[in-house]
């Protein structure tokens, strides 16, 4: 593997959940691996699991590891031919050479900013990174995927799936900010390539992307949608049609205990109590949202490692 900036840059998705699983059962088992190796990560926008979890996993395989918000830094170009003579102090052409003589590897998060749908979809950040970078890219969460939380979640699923074909339904939920689309893309990207039976059940007008969500069936009624479902996964995200904008904050759409039935809870998190959530589900043994984070640490590590193998 060269860079892992989409969950398509992995050939072997369920031979990879499986190593994932064995390195969770010996985390120290390629501790040399990453031996005088660097990760540099990224971040343009806030983390707490995507950071902990994945210097985690580079300590665990032997690397060091240095970590830049990117908002201390000087501020980034990234047109080409600009004359910089604005806000823009660095260009990225630089920036990633220099950057790339540190680093082994370089992890970036950068979100859409959600106003200009194509300007988002253009991923930036994440394309200057690959086109100048010298080293292999990864994907913290860019404006359209979050190819290591969708790593963890298929983790999290094989782990806790008790008979074949468990049915998945994504759930939208209300919140009182405009979120991004990567981790509903990512999941339903990954849950397409799983053995399971998937389901989107969102408001009208809060459709993804047509060309991530294929022929994957989307219910409005979520009632019908969540019936019978092994794992429900709560996320929500603003509208992709009219881009970035909250349509339905109805708390209708909350996830309840009575909704949710016998399946297990599933949640990328952060979690906003009782918007997206309530409580009891949070607190109860149905939530496998902090399994989902700890997986996080083993979706970063077998991606570092296949990288580490391929510098
Ligand atoms: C972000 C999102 O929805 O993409 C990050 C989740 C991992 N969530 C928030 O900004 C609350
Ligand atoms: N799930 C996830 O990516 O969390 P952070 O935004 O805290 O990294």
Redesign the pocket.
Known sequence: MKNYTSINDISNLSETIKDAILLKMNPFGYSEIGKHKTLVMLFF???L??RLSTEKAAKNLGMEVMVLNVNDVWNLEFEDGTVMNMDTTEHIKEAAKVISQYADIIAIRA?PKLKNREADESEIAMTSFKKYATVPIINM?SATA?PL?ALADAITISELTEHKKPKVVLSWAP?P?A??H??ANSFVEMMQYLEVDVTITHPEGYELDPKITKNTPIHYNQEEALKDADFIYV???SSYNNYGQILNTDEKWTMTKAKLGKAKLMH???V?RNVVVEDAILDSAQSVVIRQANNRTFAAQVVLKKLLENL
């Open positions: 926008n806030s983390s699991r995507t979100f969460e979050h939380q919140h900010k979120l991004p990567a981790v996320k929500n995200w990328c998190l952060p906003r």
